[in-house]
């Protein structure tokens, strides 16, 4: 029998910061790291997942995953593999750790770690990228993922199996026109807040040479400055070319109303994150008061419970699920099923480390099983970070190409992992040495920090 032995952990992060990518109004001077988790079991292989922060949140998005180790230490790989329904239902449900959040925040992050370290796991053992292992499960089995606890008002278990029973009709041809032509990207790479005109002018220059035919703008510092942006945006780009912005939870809901009006005369393609992500109510008056301008949001969105809350409300027009904000595939499986129900297109946030990688299996797991062919359908690219992970992303004239290696995408090359683990990596020590003595170098106190750390098998009884 072989067994689970380790939960592995590694504080990985990137000194982006030093450049503003990834700059917002919200978060001016992020250093996009990963909670980065190894799963091990005492056969040679292993399960890869991570969780997105922008840098001190790894303390504590570590520490979380790592709680979770005694619900799989010791345990038969091959019985939790194929329950992985169970499994998930297991962690969610853990009362002492459920009560720290139901089903939301750090725990719930923490949970989606493992879980979807499990799914690359058994995608790896399969021999199938992590799309195609979900795709290849039937409705039945796709649906006994899923926890309709809280959803069966709006989403009954049979109207959810009729939803993937109507996907696996033309599956097999979606799943060739998937490979032939990808799911098209949209791309955030031009507009990160931080950026200069001038340099903002180019990258939306060379983002249409690419083959783009979307891009997104961050907004939300300074009315004045949003507006010039978006104007140089709309001048470049031209009258029709889609242009979504991005506010990042900035506005309250009248201050919201007010910049979206100020900024619609420039045609913005959606407005993303105008509020708080919790706010449902607010999102619903928001996108009533600014129609026909379209609202978005999703990649802090806390549970499936909020998602059904803002589709129920009619509160969005775009979906933006995220790969490691919610408790894993299962959860994000349960998010899509409810877009379906409502027609709402799903839309996955990426970007950071790894997102892309990830994200892109939600995508693709949508166009082939859930959903099915959507012309809405968009996932967002950042063209940074990639050449860190064993499979990168494929990105062919603006879209999304699938890929075919085995696994669900998170894991990245062994030398990449040493060189930005913090704080002791030669990345982080060469940028302290470059800074001097200050406040931050309490970081060097912590000996040991940087190598992962296993949660060892408890002994027998």
């Known amino acids: 029998m072989t067994t689970f032995t380790a939960l592995d952990v590694q504080d990985v992060r990137f000194p982006t910061s030093r450049d503003l990518s990834g700059s917002d109004a919200m978060n001016p001077d992020p250093d996009y790291s990963a909670a980065y988790l190894t799963l091990r079991t005492d056969a040679p292989d292993a399960g890869t997942a991570l969780v997105f922060t922008i840098g001190r949140g790894n303390d504590v998005q570590s520490a979380a995953i790592q709680a979770l180790a005694p619900h799989l230490l010791g345990r038969d790989v091959e019985a939790v593999l194929a329950d992985l329904g169970g499994l998930y239902r297991e962690l969610v449900h853990d009362s002492q750790l459920r009560w720290l959040g139901p089903e939301k925040g750090v725990m719930t992050m923490a949970i989606g770690a493992v879980v979807n370290a499990l799914w690359d796991l058994r995608a790896r053992r399969e021999g199938r990228p992590l799309w195609l292992t979900l795709a290849m499960l039937s409705p039945e089995e796709l649906l006994d993922l899923v926890d309709l606890r ?29 490979r032939e032509s990808g799911v098209p990207a949209y791309t955030t790479t031009p507009g990160w807040l931080g950026y200069s005109d001038e340099k903002l002018a180019r990258l939306l220059r060379e983002a249409r040479e690419d083959g783009f035919e979307m891009v997104k703008l961050k ?5 004045a400055d949003d507006e010039r942006r978006l104007r140089i945006a709309r001048e470049v780009m031209g009258p029709d070319y889609p242009i979504a912005v991005d506010a990042n939870q900035r506005w309250g809901t009248a201050e919201a109303i007010g910049a979206i009006r100020a900024l619609a005369p420039h045609d913005p393609y959606w407005i993303e994150e105008p509020t708080s992500p919790d706010d449902v109510l607010a999102h619903a008056a928001i996108r009533e008061a600014v129609s026909p301008v379209r609202i978005a949001t999703g990649e802090q969105g806390a549970s499936r419970i909020l998602f059904k809350q803002l589709l129920q409300a009619g509160a969005i027009d775009v979906l933006q699920a995220d790969a490691t904000r919610v408790a894993g595939l299962n959860e994000n499986l349960a998010i899509l099923l409810l877009a379906a129900k409502f027609d709402v297109p799903v839309c996955p946030h990426a970007g950071g480390v790894g997102l892309c990688e990830m994200v892109q299996h939600l995508a693709f797991v949508d166009a082939v099983a859930v959903a099915g062919e959507d012309p809405r359908r968009r996932i967002e690219f950042v063209d940074h970070l990639h050449e860190h992970f064993e499979v990168p992303v494929r990105i062919e004239r603006g879209r ?5 290696a085995p696994g669900g995408g998170a894991r990245m090359h062994e030398t990449s992992v040493a060189e930005h683990l913090f704080p002791h990596g030669p990345v982080w020590q060469e940028i302290a040495a470059a800074d ?4 931050s170098d309490e970081r060097a106190e912590d000996d040991g920090r940087d190598a992962a750390v296993p949660v060892p098998v408890p002994a027998a009884d």
Not at 400 to 404: K, L
Request: proline share 14%; net charge negative; glycine share 12%.
């Open 150 to 178: 809280y959803l069966e008002d709006v989403l009954p278990r049979e109207e959810a199996l009729e939803i993937l029973r109507r996907g696996e009709e033309g599956k097999e041809e979606r799943i060739a026109a998937l």
């Open 219 to 223: 907004v939300g510092a300074d009315p």
């Open 400 to 404: 999304y190409m699938p890929p075919e």
């Open 436 to 439: 001097g003595p200050g406040p």
